[in-house]
């Protein structure tokens, strides 16, 4: 699949994209806190929001390897517009799987587009990795659903265009009693906060939502009422591939400046790059990388196959996770004092990497996903 020519060429893009357009404002987009609106009409037309969609939503029926792949380049540059893509890559599944061919026809082209862009909002202030304790109600009234509570933590707030989220529609029954509905930017009664100050992936835009007696048709419900806790957890599936994806990106970037900076670098009348301990640094950085390189093309191809894989994605997720705590660990070390300065990338990337333990699934909770998962799967077996 690397080989194949048209993968090389959607990532011979990202990676131009980067040099022209994203590094130069990398920094600017990290200071000011905001994702780079500038340039989304270059990646719509680079096809960045949606080519690994099949052509029957207006994708360009590319493998999900290039979709992820062109995240990974993009988080080289700067890591939240890798989490903008990957947020919005969860609703776009998420209407794939749960979505009436109608809902499917009114909001996937210009999802896959990009004309539009998406938000999954689930979390709360309240309720994070315990999903089902949300506040947030959808009370039924005719026709339509009457929305109140708020969100939190909502990538893509104000940029989005169309927002999935979830709500109770029965109070009372925990998971049971969850649903998910479409909601378009707009609607009479939906509120989007400031942006919420972040220690990093600043480059993406992150905010509250609030309903207050929002109404929204019973039309754009994904899936049944009541049966929204699988919906709202399945997009967390592809979430924590891209959250994986933009590891690899971060974690590859920190390796190319510090190695960069190794050979260079002089102290005691050689390069630092000549010393052990340097190198063995650098060797651990490197073997990390490359192992989660092929477990990202394994998953990527994993999911186009159709077979469940949201083990894979769990295991993914919270390796990467720790192989970039590691990365920019040792990155910022090789720099030394100069990797504690603002300004330096290696000390962006560190604040942009330490998403990774949280964002999609703390390392906590996937370890207890992935731990009971496999115990099942013994006591199954035996
Ligand atoms: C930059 C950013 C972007 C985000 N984007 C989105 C988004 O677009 N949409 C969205 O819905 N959410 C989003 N989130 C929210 C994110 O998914 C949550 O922060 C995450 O799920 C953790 O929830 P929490 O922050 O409430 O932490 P909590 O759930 O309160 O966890 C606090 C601590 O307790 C631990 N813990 C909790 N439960 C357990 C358990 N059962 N076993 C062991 N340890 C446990 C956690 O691991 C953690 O260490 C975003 C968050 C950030 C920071």
Known sequence: MLNDTKHQEMILKAKEFNDKYLYP???TLDDENRPPVELFDIMRAEGFFGNHYGIEYGGGGLSSVTGYGIATELAKASAGVALMLHVHFMAIDTIIKFGTDEQKQKWLPDLVSGKKISAYVISEVEAGSDVASMKTVADKD???YVINGSKYFCTNGEIADLYVFAAKTDKEMGAKGVSVFVIEKGAIGMTISKPIEKMGCRSSITTAVHFKDCKVPA???????????????????SGRLGMASMGLGIAEACLIESSNYANKRVAFGKPISSMYSIQEMIADMH?????????????ANKRDSGVDYSLDTSVIKAFTAEVVNEVCHNAVQIFGGHGYVKGNPVERYARDGRLM???????????????????????KNN
């Open 25 to 27: 404002i990398a920094k």
């Open 357 to 379: 333990d949280i964002g999609v699934g703390t390392s906590e909770v996937l370890k207890m996903v992935i731990g009971s998962t496999v115990l099942r799967n013994f006591s």
């Open 219 to 237: 039309s754009s419900m994904l899936g049944a009422e009541n049966g929204g806790f699988k919906v709202a957890v399945f997009g967390l599936i």
């Open 287 to 299: 073997i990390k990388i490359e192992v989660v390189k092929y477990m990202l093309e394994a998953v």
């Open 142 to 144: 005719g026709d339509d």
